[in-house]
């Protein structure tokens, strides 16, 4: 099979079965492996949906700069999306993340921008937006997502990655889980699958220190993708049920074992979501499915504590 472009292989990551690291009296746990789509990671999926429902209404054209805050791996999308479509991007980035991340971004063309984070990630991305706003209200070709608030953000979770988790499941979703960034992966996800099953569990998760949901104070993290200490306009807050809140080590302890267990080179927030299903499993207990995604490759961390 020959492709026009690498855009046109997005999506249709394998749905995989955890062994050994389920326990006997816990539910089965299946793991989506975005770090195996197109550009490393679930961001591709988005980022693209975007752009493509900005093209369609005209908002873009190619004379567009492409100009989005984010935590790193919608940044990296865009930038990937960008050199094939040809658009200028410009990704605005916490100092916080992994170098990596900004590589990457460079690596596809596109331009990186970095804003301190003193020990407030909230406010840095806040910080961020604001940037990325003014850049935008001075120059009318600049373009920003909004990835926070885009609905084209949480549409291609609903019409394709959900999609794609109930076709090859074998039997009902008993309980999903996700950690929140955009909010648009568990609020896409989860809205398709509790059409499925009324009765599914869901629990949103968050790093320790970015527990904003669960009444927590905001500073900084390593799970880098989730908790950037804001409440997204996209996340639908009655979709889940249990807030689940995960530490730096034990996410990063469970992203190890993930490799070294199952065989699955995942980063950091993997980590984080799969921590909080192996504990909705033993809840649920034997019979039962439970389902989480794994955003992306470890290999944009091994400059982070994951490789340490």
């Known amino acids: 099979m020959v492709i026009s472009n690498i855009l046109d292989i997005v ?4 749905l995989i079965q955890l062994n050994k690291m389920v326990g006997p009296n816990s539910a089965r746990v299946l793991v989506k492996m975005e ?18 429902a900005a093209e369609k209404a005209g908002k873009i054209d190619k004379d567009t700069i492409i100009v989005e805050p984010t935590s790193g791996n919608q940044g990296i999308g865009l930038a990937l999306v960008g050199a094939v479509r040809g658009y200028k991007t410009i990704i605005i980035m916490p100092d916080s993340v992994s170098i990596e991340r900004t590589k990457l971004v460079e690596h596809y063309g596109a331009e990186v921008i970095r804003i ?16 990325a706003l003014k850049m935008q209200k001075e120059n009318p070709k600049v373009f920003v997502p909004q990835q926070f608030e885009n609905p084209n953000n949480t ?39 509790r059409e499925s099953n009324p009765d599914i569990e869901i629990w949103a998760i968050e790093p320790e ?42 996410a990063i302890e469970t992203s190890k074992r993930l490799a070294s267990e199952e065989g699955l080179m995942v980063g950091i927030s993997s980590g984080t979501n799969v921590a909080a299903a192996l504990k909705l ?20 961390y091994f400059s982070t504590e994951l490789f340490s």
């Open 155 to 193: 549409m291609i979770h609903k019409n394709a990655t959900a999609v794609e988790i109930l076709q090859d499941v074998d039997c009902k979703i008993d309980g999903f889980c996700s950690g929140i960034g955009t909010g648009g992966t568990i609020t896409g996800i989860g809205e398709v699958l």
């Open 281 to 300: 499993a033993e809840k649920l207990g034997p019979g039962k499915t439970v389902v989480t995604v794994l955003p992306d490759t470890a290999e944009r």
């Open 209 to 250: 220190n970015a527990a904003i949901l669960a009444g927590g104070t905001v500073g900084t993290h390593i799970q880098m993708g989730i908790g950037d200490g804001i409440i997204p306009a996209i996340l639908n807050t009655e979709i889940y049920d249990h807030i689940h809140v995960v530490g730096d080590d034990e």
């Open 35 to 52: 770090a195996l789509n197109v550009g490393g990671s679930i961001k591709t999926r988005t980022a693209l949906n975007m752009i493509e």
């Open 11 to 14: 999506g249709h990551t394998p």
């Open 116 to 131: 301190h984070d003193d020990g407030d990630i909230g406010r840095c991305i806040d910080e961020c937006l604001k940037l």
